[in-house]
């Protein structure tokens, strides 16, 4: 974290002359007498955008910031950005649906296991597509259109046989898995309102908020069809 002094202010004003602004980082400290010295002069004290990126030109012949990353194949941004917190959210829910797949595969689930890496194949590419900026397809899984997973979710007694379910420890391991799944999905739906929501309400990329509300209704269809039986062999029925 930097601090601006007033001494600092003065001998930038005595070198320039008079400054109408002066941007700075925006976790500056700005000291007492710097901020009153600001006010006195009639300099406004604007506060840069952390987030701001770098083009390869700008960067052409030095070496990239070990704090920077690529946006896309022009730019860098900090590691910080929104958009590159959104895609390592996407990332972590990779790693989430793959470990689901084992707790599953090892319950004799191989179904779950099937629907589980259709799920992991849609996150992939919704990560690849927010990078290159193509259109979300729709989510289609269990054989099912977006708007009947919704559907489903909203109404599992009707469609699958169980009421809304409250998830417990007495549900197992692979409950508690694809709850927790859920919860991220949900994580990662406020990371990318966070990206593309605008203040005046607009949204950039509606198709992948869509997708994401859409991938937690799909996880929680899951867990109650695990609950109802949906995914147990017909040797663990007659068990």
Do not use: W
Not at 34 to 63: F, M, P, T, V
Not at 151 to 172: A, C, R
């Amino acid at each position: 974290m930097g601090v601006l002094t007033e001494i600092e202010l003065r001998d930038r004003v005595k070198r320039e002359g008079h400054i109408d602004a002066i941007t700075v980082d925006p976790n500056t400290l700005i000291t007492p007498a710097a901020a009153q010295y600001a006010r006195e002069q009639g300099i406004k004290i604007i506060y840069g955008d952390r987030n701001k990126g770098l083009s390869k030109e700008q960067l052409k012949g030095q070496k990239k910031p070990e704090h920077y990353t690529h946006l896309d194949h022009k730019n860098l941004v900090p590691k910080t950005h929104p958009r590159i917190k959104l895609r390592g959210m996407l990332d972590l829910l990779q790693a989430l649906i793959i470990k689901a797949q084992v707790t599953a595969k090892m319950e004799g689930m191989m179904k779950l296991v099937g629907d589980l890496e259709q799920l992991l194949a849609y996150t992939r590419q919704l990560l690849r597509n927010e990078l290159t900026g193509e259109e979300i397809p729709e989510l289609k899984l269990f054989g099912l259109s977006e708007e009947e997973i919704h559907e489903y979710s909203h109404h599992p007694f009707k469609k699958i046989g169980v009421n809304h379910i409250i998830p417990s420890h007495h549900m197992g391991q692979i409950i508690a898995e694809l709850n927790y799944l859920r919860t991220v999905v949900r994580q990662v739906e406020l990371a990318a309102c966070d990206v593309y929501l605008n203040n005046d309400g607009t949204v950039e990329r509606e198709d992948i908020i869509r997708a994401l509300n859409r991938l937690s209704s799909a996880v929680y269809v899951m867990e109650c069809m695990v609950v109802a039986g949906h995914y147990h062999s017909r040797t663990e029925k007659q068990d």
